[in-house]
């Protein structure tokens, strides 16, 4: 591990724990990214930082390699684990309206 992204971990973790809303901050700003795997690696950093793979593999029963494959940049968790590690770490999902664009009619359709 380079020094670059050592210092950057310890930043975040210095962060996370400071206070905690500044972990809910990066997850929100990292899910909005066009890559999914932004997230899944940002949900990395904050688990590293609230326990360790291990502790939170033993809190969702998901073995510690799952979890290492599923929180990777080629992971693509089943919304079950997602959900289990998110509740683990005291986070959950939450569903909210885009934001609307100026001169753009939306139209949403319930399903």
């Known amino acids: ?20 809303q500044n972990a809910v901050d990066y997850l929100n700003v990292c899910l909005q990214d066009d890559d999914p795997q932004v997230f899944l ?33 080629q992971g693509n968790p089943a919304f079950s684990n997602l959900s289990a590690v998110l509740d683990a770490l005291g986070f959950k999902i939450l569903i909210a309206p885009k934001e609307k664009r100026k001169g753009r009619k939306r139209h949403v359709t319930a399903a």
Do not use: C, Q
């Open 1 to 20: 591990m380079s020094n670059k992204t050592s210092d950057h971990e310890k930043h975040l973790r210095k962060r996370f724990l400071e206070n905690p």
């Open 41 to 73: 690696l940002a949900l990395r950093d904050v688990a590293k930082t609230f326990g360790g793979i291990t502790k939170l593999a033993r809190k969702t029963a998901i073995s510690r390699e799952h979890l290492y494959i599923t929180l990777s940049d």
